[in-house]
């Protein structure tokens, strides 16, 4: 089955600084890719996806990069604020979804 | 609110109960999922329904079951709780199987001694 790799575990980033999460994925099949945030004690909620037929989307401060051939996909945060301050998850399917470990996300004011 | 409700919220049991956590949505969503959330391993999938008594193992589903008798009730069972089941479960639902993000419901945390 697929298998999902991230890194870093843990990210602390000045206020303002950019912030990047990468991921890898196993099988060359999966064709969407979710990002979730989870704030402490809450339920993972979805803040940005892209799917196979896409190199790149943005959202405001917040963007994803794909590279197929390659088999990873990242989350770039720009001009971080400390309230993005978080445990971050990537995901990949074909089917069922696969999750990454997370990344706790520190922004420092 | 997002249309997905957990229940309990928390629980604590002891080894060997049974123990069945609810998932109820209004979406009217055609799958539902159940995760379990540890630290350092994410969110990984115990068991998925893709239909009203259609399910499928996922992952990690030794020790769980699950029934779906109904498209808004999709409940998970530890038929005999053991102590490397204490996590925090979530419930997720999907309009798709693939290409569609999940919503999730709050979760609950259960914890086995």
């Known amino acids: 089955g697929e298998n999902v790799e991230q890194h870093p575990s843990t990210l602390s980033v000045q206020e303002g600084d950019s912030a990047v999460i990468k991921c890898t994925y196993s099988?060359?099949?999966?064709?969407?890719f979710p990002w979730y945030k989870q704030e402490l004690g809450k339920r993972p909620q979805l803040i940005i996806d892209?799917?196979?037929?896409?190199g790149e989307k943005k959202d405001q401060r917040i963007a994803v990069t794909l590279n197929k051939t390659a088999k990873h996909f990242s989350l770039h945060i720009t001009e971080t604020q400390p309230e993005d301050s978080a445990v971050y998850f990537c995901?990949?399917?074909?089917?069922?979804?696969?999750f990454g470990a997370g990344t706790r996300l520190t922004v420092k004011p | 609110d997002a249309g997905i409700t957990q229940s309990p919220r928390h629980k604590v049991t002891e080894t060997g109960t049974p123990v069945t956590l609810r998932c109820h949505q209004t979406?009217?969503?055609?799958?539902m999922y159940w995760y379990r959330q540890d630290p350092g391993h994410g969110l990984r999938l115990i068991h998925y329904?893709?239909?009203?008594?259609?399910?499928d193992k996922g992952e990690v589903s030794d020790g769980y079951s699950v029934s779906r008798s109904k498209t808004e009730d999709f409940l998970l069972t530890l038929e005999s709780a053991t102590s490397s089941q204490t996590s925090v479960y979530f419930c997720?639902?999907?309009?798709?199987?693939?290409?569609?993000?999940?919503?999730f419901g709050s979760g609950t945390r259960l914890t086995v001694v």
């Open positions: 997720a639902i999907s309009d798709e199987r693939a290409g569609d993000g999940y919503t």
């Open positions: 099988d060359s099949a999966s064709n969407y």
């Open positions: 892209i799917r196979s037929n896409v």
């Open positions: 995901a990949a399917s074909i089917r069922e979804m696969r």
């Open positions: 979406e009217n969503h055609r799958y």
């Open positions: 329904s893709y239909g009203v008594k259609d399910t």
